[in-house]
């Protein structure tokens, strides 16, 4: 790792003695600064703000944390943190849990407080995780030159405070930042809480999306399904061979999806991320169907659990753009490692946390909620862990072809023998997915488009 090029040229231009030294990454801040011996007192850390008409650096002891209140005092106005997608673009090349105390080059006011007046020792964060750089007082105010000074902008931490991740799960929580609910997915909700919905009523639905209706006709034609007669028709495909409950999950899935239009190349693009999901869901709701019908949970709830599961990455991309590109990038570059350990790496965080803040704030069912957090989870437990166990096999099924972000191709005995099934039906359950390759490719190729 390297300090980003922007800020080793601004730091190389005020001639100070500026020294590196490295702690953990992929990890918290708090724990990087361990691992690296420093004391959170005395690091800058900086967050950028904005009062809806112009930017300002804030910078503060990672001991603290921001007091937007008291900042807005200084100023008469009302400050909120800016977007994490705004950061990013700005900082181009910086990750986002170590933004620097630097505004000069990106032409932002600086404002620091006065906790560091008395502090002959400092460190910042280099924009890159896990690299901090050591300076003295009279260097670090050669980095604030022209900066206001001296003022009382932080306040203690309150409990439970998690810096830049808590920041990225508010900017999750603004309803408002995030794709709206789709209404075709809003009308197929209401009817999914509506007993006495009808076919005719859910054709009406799904219809108003010619693209939609064509994956849910191809679906339906396909010999996944074996059915030998005709299906013309959005109302003949649920009532002669998908019914209406699968159908409600299958069509609200997909149109969940619709919102995100994200880069479309590489092992996280949508071509690929859709073609994963697509496969996912169907051998989920394989699976399903071959467990002892006593026993079998909701096909179509298995299906949607499959399909959604990573929606973490959809997000990321939709919000959090240059973390996705240098994620992607990543992800490509070292097939061999974790992707959750890449992501960790990366942003402090995983697309479970990123995806699961999204089922909350959409107000999923609580499978969908336990699915997208248990889902790299064999051991979990609870009483819809079902579904996030289904999509664990299905992944590792899917490994096997190169599909997907499963860490290993192997099964847990155990697994398979509390969930009730055998390995020849999980391996006729592979079989049959792979029939239909066309019309799940199909599917995909319709989703990214």
Request: with cysteine; aromatic share 8%.
């Amino acid at each position: 790792m390297s300090i980003p090029a922007t800020i080793r040229s601004f730091l190389t231009g005020k001639g100070g003695q500026f020294r590196v030294r490295t702690g953990r990454s992929g990890v918290s801040l708090d724990e990087a600064l361990s691992s690296a011996k420093i004391d959170p007192a005395h690091l800058a850390r900086a967050t950028l703000v904005t009062d809806g008409k112009a930017r300002l650096l804030a910078i503060y002891p990672a001991s603290r944390e921001l007091d937007l209140e008291q900042l807005g005092r200084k100023f008469s106005r009302t400050f909120e943190r800016s977007s994490l997608e705004e950061v990013g673009r700005i900082y181009q090349d910086c990750d986002i849990d170590a933004l620097p105390p630097i505004g000069e080059p990106f032409g932002i006011k600086v404002i620091v407080d006065r906790s560091f007046d008395e502090l002959e020792e400092l460190f910042f964060c280099s924009g890159r995780s896990g690299l901090f750089i050591r300076t003295n007082r009279e260097d670090f105010g050669k980095l604030m030159e022209g900066s206001w000074r001296g003022h009382h902008i932080s306040r203690e931490r309150r409990e439970g405070s998690n810096g830049e991740r808590d920041v990225m799960r508010e900017e999750v929580q603004r309803i408002t930042k995030l794709p709206p609910m789709p209404g075709i997915a809003i009308e197929i909700g209401r009817l999914r809480s509506n007993p006495y919905a009808s076919a005719n009523e859910l054709a009406a639905v799904i219809e108003q999306d010619p693209s939609l209706s064509a994956q849910l006709l191809r679906y339906a034609a396909s010999p996944f399904y074996g059915y030998q007669g005709k299906i013309d028709t959005v109302e003949h495909a649920i009532v002669r061979v998908l019914g209406m409950d699968f159908v409600m999950d299958f069509a609200f899935g997909l149109s969940l999806g619709k919102p995100f239009r994200n880069p479309k190349e590489g092992p996280i693009g949508l071509h690929s991320f859709w073609s994963h999901a697509v496969y996912c869901a169907t051998l989920t709701q394989a699976l399903c169907n071959s467990i002892e019908f006593t026993r079998r949970p909701a096909p179509g709830i298995a299906y949607l659990a499959g399909l959604m599961h990573n929606f973490g990455f959809l997000l990321l991309g939709h919000l959090f753009q240059p973390q996705f590109r240098r994620l992607n990038e990543a992800i490509a570059k070292h097939p061999e490692r974790s992707v959750l350990e890449l992501e960790r790496e990366i942003m402090g965080m995983s697309h479970t946390d990123i995806g699961l803040w999204l089922m909350e704030a959409w107000d999923m069912p609580r499978e969908m909620v336990e699915t997208v957090r248990e889902h790299h989870n064999p051991d979990v437990r609870g009483e819809f862990a079902i579904y996030p166990q289904l999509v664990f096999i299905a992944n590792r099924l899917l490994k096997r072809f190169d599909i997907g972000d499963a860490e290993s191709v192997e099964i847990p005995e155990a697994l398979l023998e509390k969930i009730g099934l055998s390995p020849e039906q999980v391996e006729a359950a592979l079989g049959a997915v792979l029939e239909v390759r066309d019309g799940l490719d199909f599917i995909a190729q319709k989703m990214a488009a």
